[in-house]
């Protein structure tokens, strides 16, 4: 039993460093390309009407982050037929598909970060998590060229998720590489600050095809919707209300009309990140402390140094 056991261990611990080895020589913008592909065949199904309805499901429940046993099935189920798997069949067909586009969206979008996050957490050496940490910013600018805003947003929410802020070793590391610069410049575009007047700035002036991080377009409706009434105090319908509304969501859609087209379905790469497995948050935070426990203070350190010399 201890001998399967260990020819267990060994056969994932092969297959972790083969998986590792071939994603980190996957180029980054063909990556990128196929992020940008998968989100825009979300990102086209969303109707109108389905923004509307999302603000009433948003104030009930707001789907905001992935379960242990709630992963995204929607994604790539028209490759994935097409491919004839018989594995991802089966499991498409025992979980229920996502009600709507725009919570497929939502669960794409925390199924990359998890993704992001597991990746990183799982390599229990320094330079592998340094290596992966470099290669998702390096996916992150190769996102911005293609104004992939939502799939750049959730590769920011990955690299950003406590469990991997938090290594310290591997991020000092990473800060001296010249991506590093490239990766700030991103995180500056996407900051909340002013209530994310830099993205607003560069989507506003982004061409066409391109893809808006519907998070905070989402919010924008939710806030919309909550501040005013529908109807005004003399009982009339309150237009101005909807008519803000209807700006906001032709603003995402508006996006729609041009696709790219130069973009074909990779299904190596598809493949890839479709059957890559992702920790629930816990876990990846129990995960992070494994690899780089906490530093002990040195407070005490520095008290008995101050002692010694007294």
Known sequence: MGRFSAVHDRSQKDHAA?????????????VAEQLTWIEAEVFGK??????????????CRRPTSISSDEQFNFRYERWAEERGSRK?????????????????????????SAWVATSIVSQPKLNKRVALLEKFMFIA???RNYNNYN??????????????????????????KKIYKQFQSLEKLMSTDRSFSSYRMALKASGT?????????????VSLSEANKDFKTDGTIHWEKFRLMGESIMG????????????????????????????????????????????????TNKLRDLWSRV
């Not at 996502?98 to 925390?110: C, E, G, T």
């Not at 690299?159 to 590391?173: D, P, S, Y």
């Not at 479709?274 to 002990?296: F, G, N, W």
């Open 18 to 30: 083969q998986s590792l080895k071939l994603f980190l020589n996957m180029m980054d913008k063909c």
């Open 46 to 59: 969303i109707k109108t009407r389905e923004f509307v309805r999302s603000i009433w499901t948003s104030q």
């Open 88 to 112: 991802r069949r089966a499991q498409s067909s025992q979980q229920q598909a996502p009600s709507s586009a725009v919570v497929a969206s939502i669960s794409h979008f925390n199924f990359i």
């Open 141 to 143: 600018v190769e996102l």
């Open 151 to 176: 799939s750049l947003m959730a590769i920011l929410a990955g690299i950003n998720n406590a469990a991997v802020l938090r290594l310290r070793q591997t991020r000092e590391v990473v800060s001296n």
């Open 209 to 221: 095809p391109g893809i808006p991080y519907l998070g905070i377009h989402n919010q924008d409706l």
């Open 252 to 299: 995402m859609l508006k996006f729609q009309n041009t696709s790219y087209q130069n973009i074909s379905p990779d299904q190596k790469i598809l493949s890839f990140i479709a059957d890559s497995c992702v920790m629930t948050e816990d876990e990846q935070y129990r995960r992070s402390h494994l690899i780089e426990p906490r530093l002990k203070s040195s407070s």
